[in-house]
Every structure is written in structure tokens, then in C-alpha cells.
């Protein structure tokens, strides 16, 4: 029952190889088809994101052996040379396929740390394998496993609580200010790639009501399209200034758009009602000197920023709590493996028992010729009953003592001491 | 038996401090429960050693100082839990509001209580009059707290200053939310205590009024916090402007407690 991994990620592949290694689900569903028929697995599941394409699986014969076999198919699957795959691919085997797996699903492996997409993307991946019965229960305790690390480490570290790009860190701290963006409006003052981003995420959020002003008014137009928005006329401030409680600039000037003089007569119209100002310009497009004024939170790109580096520590810092997250669950897999394992040994123990017993009581009986059938019968019965009690202790102990399990370590060698000379089933 | 209760209803505070503490500093949700669950198990035992204390002295909890406070506590703890409840279970605040009911706790209890001698019957409408009057400044306490909260968090965003502290707090307007919710408790709670007081007065000596200094403060009280309930809802004072008037307005309250009480009321003495 060993389990084999053999995948690539941003860190061993170039973007052109993850773009042709990767799976849609169609293929995913095909490949794990496939590498049932060809009896490379008999429990196959894939895993494919922008950043990794990885294939779980459990060999009906030893890992390695399918390790390779896999290897081959990938490059055949996806045409492209062997060699060039080579280099790229990761193999794991056992333990370290367990860990590695529930390491992805707790955003220890990603390339944003502790990001929160790939835990759905490990739940889609399963869902659609099971689907489609390409699992079997070794990785679907594996994979249930993978889920409960995620969500542990989701809600008992800080490893993806806070905003890692200046994008997410603006609407954050407009939720830190505002609460839930649902009731309140944004206005997006340059239609840029940056102001995209952050639109994007304020329409994630739920954003009530977007406003776009910019010099050209047709990429104002797009924009706003893009994200159900209105546009404003360029430079009528008095009437853009009293609506939004988010305000986000990247227009590329060389002075200050907004001075304090501007928003001083915009905060007496709104009567005060706080805004948020992300000046993402540079030069900067907002007067430093607005902060000073009362209910104005203004943050430039630098500020945003810092906030990400402060974040990116505070992340680095939850690292070593949720390894201890990963290894509990690893340990509980391998416990469990042991236990389905060891079990099954006890079982071929008993069959060979059995067996022998006949043989012996066969070769034993033959000589007593005065014994009645029923006497012959008791004592079978009677030999029957001290095979089942030599073995009954050891079954329980095993199903019910996880310290017992951890220090079998090796069941291999318990099978070469009682059962040498017979094949694995 | 008292001093059991005393015992545990301490340790259980002690316990939701140092879970509402850990909470706000890892964010894990369970022992951020744990704390709400701490503090309600504090609750309960709290008020099983007031019904205790007031059996055994033969009086009500605040026919003296420290029953006072110690009641005072309690309701602070009830007008908190039901405010972490109402808003959606928000729980940073905990560890700012619970030393509050710890102190006033320990104060009551580790103190030696005065020599009482046993209260004589004033009926429902004096007790209401009474537990009304303190619940409103329990209540007025918390949206001190909730304003101090909210001043500091504003400082910090505004100078760009976050640390982990900024990201485990309840965002700006809730806050504001929750301020104005325990001052609207509070004015209730007030306004109705201050009615039954004037009732209770009639039905004894036949008239409504009588100058005692205790009257003109309450008033004055009242007065001050429905100007912050109007002026934190119009937007020109909303934000730090309204925070710093609720602060204030819990000085006077702290005046009205102390001062008044026991230098210039004739019949206010812990209440």
C-alpha cells in the first residue's frame, strides 16, 4: 500500500514547461483513466494549477517502479521530450508524498506564502477524482487528510490571514476603516493595470458602487464596463470628491492632482464622512499635507508596501506552527497506513495458520487410527480455537493502540519473518 | 460557600482574560470562544456569590460600596456579552473590557465589606430604580472602553503604523457601531431608572422633586449622551470627535460615582 508522487512546481519548472505539463479537467480525468488501464496505478489522482501539475497515485506493484513508468507517461501524455521533463520533475515516495501533499494544501509550498486558492483547488481536484471513481481508500484518506491540514492551518496559524500585495492590503485596510465594503462606493481616479487590480478586488468584496474618472474617458468607459461602474467626467472634483469612501489614484502626472485645498472643501461637503485615499501614483498624485486632515487616511504606494513586507514577516513567522500542523496529520496517515497494513499481515497469518494446521493435523491424524470422526472433529475445532485466541490479542492491541503502530515501523519485515516465501496479495 | 464562589467566579475571569489576551494575539478563533465561554461560566458564579453575599448579610448587593461594584461588574459583563453576541461574535474587545470586570470584582470581594445592617424593604420600584441606574453606567464604562479602542486604532491607522494589533481589531465603524449600541442601553437603562427613582420618591414623601445634587448630574449625564448619540450619527462628528465626547462623558459619569456620591448626595451613596 505505497503511495507514489510524481509532479512539477514553480520551483523545479520554467513557466513554458508548467504551460505544457499542466491539466485541464478533462485531461486530468483522461490521464487518470489512462494510467488505471495501463496498470502504471490503481489509485490516481491529479492535481493542476498555474503553478504545479502533480499526479498521486497508489502502484500496484513497488513505488519506484511506477515512479519511472509514470515519468514516461507524463512525457507521452503531454508530447514533449523526456529529457526535457527530467530535470523538472520531483518524485516522492510514501511519507514524503504524504507530507509533501499536505504541505501544498496548507500554502507552505506555494509561491504567495500560505495563500488561500490552493486549498479549493486541492478540494476540486479530489472532488472530481472521486467523481469519477479514480480513487480508492488509500487517497481518500489522503486527500481528506490534505483538506483538514488546510483548513487547520487556515484557521489556527496567521499563515494566510493577512494581504500579501499592495492591492489586497489597500482593500483590507479600507475593510479595517469601513468594515464590509457592501454599503460603500470607490472611486477609481486612472484606469492603469494597478487600479485594475485593486478594482478587482474591491469588486470581490462587494463593493456597492464604483466610480472611474480619467483624462481618456473610452479606457474610463472600459473599465467601468468591465466592473459594472459609472463614469465621471476628468477634473470635476467637487461632485467626484463627495461620493466615494475609497478613493484610489494611479494617474502618471507630474504634480500632485489632489491638494489639501481640494479636499479640504471636499471633506466640508461631505460633512466630514471619512475616506480612504490610495495614492498609487508615481510621483505621487495626492499632497502629502491632505493627511492632516480630519476623517482623510491616506496611504501612497510605499506606505502599501511596507505593509506587504510587514506581512510577508508576520507570515514567515507562522511557518514553524503550521510544520507542526503538517506533521501530526503525517504522523496520523502513517499510523493509519500501518494499522490497514498490519491488520492485513495478521490476516495472511491467520490463512497460513490455517493451512498449516491441516497439513499438520493431516499428517498427525493418519497414524491415530482409533480416534472416531467426532473426536477428530473436536480437536480440529479445538486447534481452530487456539489459532484464534494466539491472534485475537495482537489484532486488538493493533486496532487500538496508535503508540503500538508508530514503533511497527517496518511491516515489511514482519512479513520476510512470519510469511517468507509468500506473495504479497 | 461565599468564599468558594468568589474563588471560582475569579479564576473563571482570569481564565476568559487569558483566552480574549491569546486571542488577540494568535487569532485563533477556539480560544477566542473559549474566552466567551470563560466569561459567561463567570457570570453565572458571579451571581451566585451576590445572591450568596446578600443572603448572608441580610441586604441587597448595593445597599453598600462593594456590593455595588461587584454588581457593577456583573452588568458590565452581561451588557458586554450580549454586545460580543449581537455583533457578530466580535471578540478583540474582550481582552480590553474583562480587567474592567475583574477589578471592579476583586475590589468588592477582597475588600472588607462594611458593617452592614440589614436593608429595610424598599419594594421593585427601588431595586429596578437601582439595578437600571448601575446597569446605564456599566453600559456608558463599555462605550468608554469601545471609544478608547477605537482612538487608538485610529492613530495607528492614520500614522501608518499598523502592527499585528491593527489587523486582530474590529474595523472603525464597528466600533462606532458598538459604542453607540451600549450608549442607547445605557440612555434607556438611565431613563427608565431615573423615572422609577422619581416614582418611588413620590409614593414615599408624596412629591416628585426634591433638590439633592445626585438629580443634576444624572441629568446632566443624560444630557451629555444623548448629544453624543445625535452627534456621532451626524457625519461632522463621527469618528474621533464623537469617540473623545464619549470619553469624556464617562469622566462625568466617574464624578457622578464618586464625588457626588459620597461628598454632595444626601441619598446617593454607592449607586
Known amino acids: ?425 | 460557600m461565599t468564599y468558594m464562589l468568589i474563588s471560582l467566579t475569579a479564576l473563571a475571569y482570569v481564565l476568559s482574560l487569558g483566552s480574549y489576551l491569546q486571542f488577540l494575539y494568535t487569532g485563533k478563533e477556539l480560544i477566542g470562544r473559549l474566552g466567551t465561554g470563560f466569561l459567561a461560566i463567570g457570570l453565572i458564579i458571579h451571581y451566585l456569590a451576590l445572591l450568596e453575599r446578600s443572603r448572608g448579610l441580610h441586604t441587597v448587593p448595593y445597599h453598600d460600596l462593594y456590593g455595588s461594584m461587584s454588581l457593577f461588574g456583573w452588568l458590565l459583563a452581561i451588557t458586554y456579552l450580549t454586545l460580543e453576541m449581537y455583533h457578530h461574535h466580535q471578540r478583540s474587545v474582550g481582552a480590553f473590557v474583562v480587567p474592567f470586570i475583574l477589578v471592579f470584582f476583586l475590589a468588592a470581594h477582597l475588600a472588607p465589606a462594611d458593617r452592614l445592617t440589614p436593608t429595610p424593604a424598599r419594594g421593585v420600584a427601588f431595586a429596578l430604580h437601582v439595578t437600571l441606574s448601575i446597569l446605564a453606567y456599566s453600559a456608558f464604562a463599555l462605550s468608554c472602553v469601545l471609544s478608547l479602542i477605537f482612538l487608538g486604532e485610529q492613530r495607528l491607522l492614520r500614522s501608518r503604523k499598523l502592527g499585528d494589533i491593527v489587523w486582530r481589531l474590529p474595523s472603525l465603524e464597528l466600533l462606532e457601531r458598538m459604542s453607540q449600541s451600549s450608549v442607547l442601553v445605557g440612555l434607556i437603562s438611565i431613563s427608565i431608572g431615573t423615572a422609577l427613582g422619581f416614582l418611588w420618591v413620590d409614593r414615599l414623601t408624596g412629591q416628585y422633586w426634591y433638590y439633592d445634587s445626585k438629580y443634576i448630574i444624572t441629568l446632566v449625564v443624560l444630557l451629555l449622551y444623548v448629544i453624543y448619540f445625535q452627534l456621532a450619527r451626524t457625519t461632522a462628528w463621527r469618528g474621533a470627535r464623537a469617540s473623545k465626547l464619549c470619553v469624556f462623558n464617562f469622566i462625568v459619569v466617574i464624578l457622578s460615582f464618586t464625588v457626588v456620591n459620597l461628598y454632595l448626595s444626601q441619598h446617593h451613596r454607592y449607586f
Not at chain 1, 195 to 201: A, D, I, K, L, P
Not at chain 1, 279 to 295: F, S
Request: hydrophobic share 40%; charged share 25%; glycine share 6%.
Open chain 1, 1 to 425: 500500500m505505497e503511495i507514489v508522487l510524481v509532479g512539477l512546481n514553480h520551483r523545479t519548472a520554467p513557466v513554458e514547461v508548467r504551460e505544457r505539463v499542466s491539466f485541464t479537467i478533462e485531461q486530468a480525468r483522461r490521464a487518470a483513466q489512462e494510467l488505471r488501464e495501463q496498470g502504471i496505478l490503481s489509485e490516481t489522482l491529479v492535481l493542476s494549477t498555474c503553478n504545479r501539475s502533480e499526479v498521486y497515485g497508489v502502484p500496484p506493484e513497488t513505488a519506484r517502479g511506477s515512479a519511472v513508468a509514470l515519468s514516461s507517461f507524463l512525457s507521452s501524455f503531454h508530447s514533449i521530450r523526456p529529457d526535457m521533463l527530467t530535470e523538472s520533475l520531483y518524485h516522492h515516495y510514501d511519507q514524503d508524498a504524504v507530507r509533501h501533499l499536505f504541505r501544498v494544501s496548507a500554502g507552505l509550498d506555494s509561491m504567495v506564502l500560505g495563500e488561500a486558492e490552493i486549498l479549493g483547488q486541492v478540494r476540486e481536484a479530489y472532488r472530481a477524482a472521486h467523481d469519477h471513481h479514480a480513487t480508492g481508500p488509500v487517497l481518500n484518506r489522503l486527500f481528506q487528510g490534505a483538506l483538514e491540514v488546510g483548513k487547520r492551518v487556515r484557521t489556527e496559524t496567521e499563515l494566510g490571514a493577512r494581504p500579501m500585495s499592495v492591492a489586497s492590503a489597500g482593500v483590507k485596510l479600507a475593510e479595517r476603516i469601513f468594515g464590509k465594503l457592501t454599503q460603500h462606493s470607490a472611486l477609481v481616479l486612472g484606469a492603469g493595470a494597478i487600479s485594475e487590480q485593486v478594482v478587482s478586488q474591491l469588486h470581490d468584496r462587494g463593493i456597492a458602487r464604483l466610480y472611474v474618472m480619467n483624462r481618456s474617458r473610452d479606457r474610463a468607459e472600459d473599465l467601468a464596463k468591465q466592473f459594472s461602474g459609472e463614469v465621471i467626467a476628468w477634473g470635476e472634483w467637487d461632485t467626484a470628491l463627495q461620493l466615494p469612501d475609497v478613493l484610489i489614484s494611479s494617474l502618471a502626472t507630474q504634480e500632485p492632482v489632489l491638494n489639501r485645498e481640494i479636499l479640504h472643501r471636499a471633506m466640508a461637503a461631505r460633512g466630514n464622512r471619512a475616506i480612504f485615499l490610495m495614492d498609487l501614483g508615481l510621483p505621487r498624485n495626492i499632497d502629502a499635507a491632505v493627511a492632516k486632515l480630519y476623517n482623510v487616511y491616506l496611504y501612497t504606494l510605499d506606505d502599501l508596501t511596507d505593509v506587504v513586507q510587514q506581512n510577508r514577516n508576520a507570515r514567515q513567522s507562522e511557518i514553524p506552527r503550521a510544520e507542526t500542523i503538517v506533521e501530526e496529520h503525517v504522523g496520523k496517515f502513517i499510523s493509519w497506513q500501518s494499522s490497514v497494513e498490519l491488520i492485513g499481515l495478521l490476516d495472511e497469518l491467520r490463512g497460513k495458520l490455517r493451512e498449516q494446521r491441516a497439513a499438520f493435523l493431516q499428517e498427525r491424524l493418519a497414524a491415530m487410527h482409533n480416534l472416531e470422526a467426532s473426536d477428530r472433529a473436536n480437536i480440529e475445532t479445538m486447534m481452530d480455537e487456539l489459532l484464534e485466541k494466539l491472534l485475537l490479542a495482537p489484532a486488538e492491541r493493533l486496532r487500538g493502540e496508535k503508540e503500538l503502530r508508530r514503533k511497527i515501523q517496518n511491516v515489511e519485515a514482519l512479513r520476510d519473518l512470519f510469511l517468507s516465501g509468500r506473495e504479497k496479495p
